[in-house]
């Protein structure tokens, strides 16, 4: 049976998921964290997206994106493919590093925006890897505390509307 068509989201805000094959851990040390993040970070401006939100666990990632001229699949691929092919060659490794395609849920309303990045910044503590969002370095929570980093929405009132 074929897989349904993406759902297209008026607003261009998703919530993207992906995961390591398997369940298998993506990210084995600090290099790997900050090598997705540069990624994600280096095709911000040519791929003409903003990003909202991201938390990156061992073994998947969560991003809340606003793409504008070019379609996710599109963003995605390059990030992806170019975190992929990188660690495929650090780890002398061959074959798919993602299972199946990304998983993504339209964003249409701030509601939802603010209860999906809330669910990001938390997963961490669901998962008992920190006790608290300001200690998990690999997500962009810091950066809304910081005012720094590749997110696009900053400050305290991102905060309150989280943790409201």
């Known amino acids: 049976m074929p897989r349904g068509a993406r759902e297209k ?3 261009g805000i998703y919530h993207i998921m992906l995961r390591g094959i398997n369940k298998q851990v993506i990210f084995n040390d600090e290099e ?3 090598r997705f993040i540069y990624y994600l970070g280096r095709y911000k401006k040519e791929s003409d997206y903003k990003i ?3 938390c990156l666990m061992n073994n ?5 994106l606003k793409v504008n001229s070019i379609d996710l699949e599109s963003i ?5 493919g170019s975190y ?5 060659r650090k780890y002398s490794r061959v074959g798919h590093l993602f299972q199946d395609r990304f998983k993504s849920k339209a964003i249409e309303d701030e509601r939802y925006l603010f209860a999906a990045m809330r669910y990001i910044h938390m997963n961490p503590i669901k998962d008992n890897i920190s ?3 300001e200690n998990y370095v690999w997500s962009s929570y810091s950066d809304y505390l910081y005012g720094r980093g ?3 929405i900053l400050g305290p009132l991102i905060l309150f509307q989280m943790m409201n």
């Open 150 to 152: 590749i997110t696009d």
């Open 60 to 64: 998947h990632i969560h991003l809340i």
């Open 84 to 88: 992929a092919q990188w660690y495929n």
């Open 32 to 34: 790997d964290f900050s």
């Open 9 to 11: 989201s008026s607003s």
């Open 76 to 80: 995605l691929k390059r990030i992806a």
């Open 52 to 54: 909202y939100s991201y």
């Open 131 to 133: 006790k608290s969002m």
